[in-house]
């Protein structure tokens, strides 16, 4: 064989085996590039945005296509530093989605920070965020943070909704027992921490059985919800009010001496025995009695507030009805 052929021979191997190696080169390109489709075609549909951020030159590297139905903003508007990115965060939570940012740092990752967005239509969103730093660079120093942020508004409006209900009284849509006494325990503990004056009210419904047995059930509740409508509307804005159990209801007056709840309690007295309920064709009048005391020294605990406007209530109903008894 000639020395031509040999050497013809050798370069179509070689362009052979360079024809293979770019047609596998060529399959792996398209492997990849399914791949990413893939993965991006995931990202679009879930409801949650991949993020990349560089701490160092505060400039954030990526943004998955989440970002535009999350945050409610045209690609063209995705921002490309932290600041474009705080803009978006609800002004009571840039502190906090920044210091967590630091907190990254020290810690290597964050399970779930939550804060709130401002989309671009206006809507405020919840979302979760759990983020983590990628390996040091070459100074020892962690500079890229990686994230993965989740829509939760919804679970946020659930939450909020059962927490609602779990508080109020499903008849009067007041405060139930266990909510009103959480908060009144609250305002007890600040009074006695700032030396501020406090008032307790118990307020019970007269002869409520008659009214049951005598007109039913029905109008027994219609009394219910528009004495709690009638107290709501007569107390002050900052004061407590809630249904405590069948025909008894509670207020607490912050910040309030005896003195000057007394005449709150007397304008609850006239408003209440100014409701008119239609009952078997005649108008039926109700009447409460009240007990009010305000906070002592030697009140240990709230229990001991409770006691005595219990006290003082019952007391009201024994010297006939329909007025206030104060301890």
Not at 100 to 118: C, M, N, P, T
Not at 208 to 230: E, M, S, W, Y
Not at 309 to 316: E, R
Request: aromatic share 8%.
């Amino acid at each position: 064989m000639s020395r031509e052929e040999v050497g013809s021979g050798q370069l179509a191997v070689r362009l052979g085996e360079e024809g293979a190696a770019l047609r596998q080169a060529q399959a792996g390109l398209r492997r990849l590039q399914a791949r990413e489709q893939l993965f991006g075609r995931l990202l679009a549909s879930v409801n949650a945005l991949l993020w990349a951020y560089d701490w160092q030159t505060r400039q954030m590297l990526y943004l998955s296509p989440g970002y535009e139905r999350i945050f409610g903003r045209p690609a063209g508007a995705l921002p490309d530093a932290l600041a474009d990115w705080l803009a978006c965060v609800h002004p009571d939570d840039r502190d906090y989605v920044l210091g967590s940012l630091g907190e990254v740092l020290d810690k290597g990752a964050i399970e779930r920070r939550e804060y709130r967005i401002v989309r671009g239509d206006g809507q405020l969103r919840w979302l979760s965020d759990k983020c983590y730093c990628g390996d040091p660079d070459e100074d020892g120093r962690a500079r890229i943070i990686v994230g993965l942020a989740e829509d939760i508004t919804e679970r946020r409006q659930l939450e909020s909704e059962l927490q609602r209900l779990a508080s109020i009284d499903g008849l009067t849509h007041s405060s139930n027992r266990r909510h009103f006494f959480e908060c009144a325990q609250r305002e007890l503990q600040l009074a006695r921490q700032y030396g501020t004056p406090l008032a307790f009210l118990l307020l019970d419904i007269d002869n409520f059985k008659r009214i049951n047995d005598t007109h039913g059930h029905q109008v027994g509740d219609q009394v219910l919800q528009r004495l709690a409508d009638c107290c709501v509307t007569t107390l002050r804005g900052g004061d407590l009010f809630g249904r405590i159990g069948g025909e008894e209801f509670a207020a607490l007056f912050p910040r309030c001496r005896l003195e000057q709840a007394l005449p709150i309690a007397e304008r609850l007295q006239r408003s209440i025995g100014a409701l008119g309920f239609a009952a078997g064709g005649e108008t039926l009048r109700i009447t409460v009695s009240q007990g009010l005391v305000g906070l002592e020294p030697d009140d240990a605990d709230l229990g001991a507030l409770y006691a005595r406007a219990d006290a003082a209530m019952y007391q009201a109903k024994r010297q006939g009805r329909n007025r206030i008894v104060r301890l």
